[in-house]
């Protein structure tokens, strides 16, 4: 509740900052004919620019757990290939956007698709505010493109769903009783030859209490895997804490919160014209290539951390 109080303090200082420099900006347009009075309202506006934007940015990374890595996986949905190589194609969206803002990524465990792209796949982004930017990309994400798997090149729409999760530090968010772990070994999935696994590195570990899963088998030791596994559960169950003290907090302001594990959030659109749009800010462009394959997301994530400054 404390920490509710000064969210709401910094909200209406950053309002009353925005009135201000409205103000200011107005007066200055009448008073530039006096270059003297002129400076000095310039510089009540830099002043004002710069608290406001320190205000801002409090604002948009106020969450507990925004300064910490992230830990995000795409699910492929429904229609085979078509959005497995979706999957894979936000994989390499998201990876490009880690290069440019200097986050380390790291792929904990991968299945590769059937055909082509791949079933599922989970990353660790490591680095500063990496959770806070990149929990603005939970939820669906849907493409309508002309399929290049299909003979007749006919217009295709395939989903796939983008989990972002904040990286457990130690036992302090988390508590596991070991008893309650269940881990199983087996053979990591691969290419044959002489790179296929003659042992059984890959581990799966299941919460009982929870019936959550994670599987790690990138590395070539059973241990590193348990190790990368046991990173990947925490995370999980600090996820599902995360939610239920949402609920909470939503039942207590009286406000409704959907119970659905994804809600579509962005639309990807090559074809009949290209636009990528975000359904909850509004923000759209036209250019997919900088999306896509330069991993131009930061007016997408900026749009949506202010939107939830401003609410």
Known sequence: MRRLNELKKTAEQWRSLENRLSDLNELSKLIEGDPALFTEIQKDLDTLTAELDKLEFELAYSGPYDERSAILSIHAGAGGVES???????????????????????????????????????????????????????????????????????????????????????????????????????RSSGAGGQNVQKVSSAVRLTHVPTGTVVTAQTERSQYQ???????????????FKIAEQEIERARLKGERI??????????????????????????????????????????????YLRSQAAG
Request: charged share 30%; aromatic share 10%.
């Open 84 to 186: 497995q190589d979706w999957a894979e194609m936000l994989l390499n969206m998201y990876l490009r956007w880690a290069e440019k803002h200097d986050y380390d990524a790291e792929v904990l465990d991968v299945s590769a698709g059937d055909e082509a792209g791949i079933k599922s796949v989970t990353v660790i982004f490591r680095g500063r505010y990496a959770y806070g930017n990149l929990r603005s990309e939970h939820g669906v994400h849907r493409l309508i493109r002309l399929s290049p798997f299909d003979s007749d090149h006919a217009r295709h729409t395939s989903f796939a769903l983008v989990e972002v999760m904040p990286e457990a530090e130690a036992d302090a968010d988390v508590e596991i009783n070991p008893e309650d772990i269940k881990m199983e070994a087996y």
């Open 225 to 239: 895997n348990r190790e990368i596994a046991m990173s990947l559960l925490k995370a999980r169950l600090l996820k």
């Open 258 to 303: 959907s119970a659905e594990w994804g809600s579509q959030i962005r639309s990807y659109v090559l074809h009949p014209y290209k636009m990528v749009k975000d359904h909850r800010t509004d923000y759209e462009t036209g250019n997919t290539t900088a999306v896509l394959e330069q991993g131009e997301l930061a007016p997408f994530i900026d749009a």
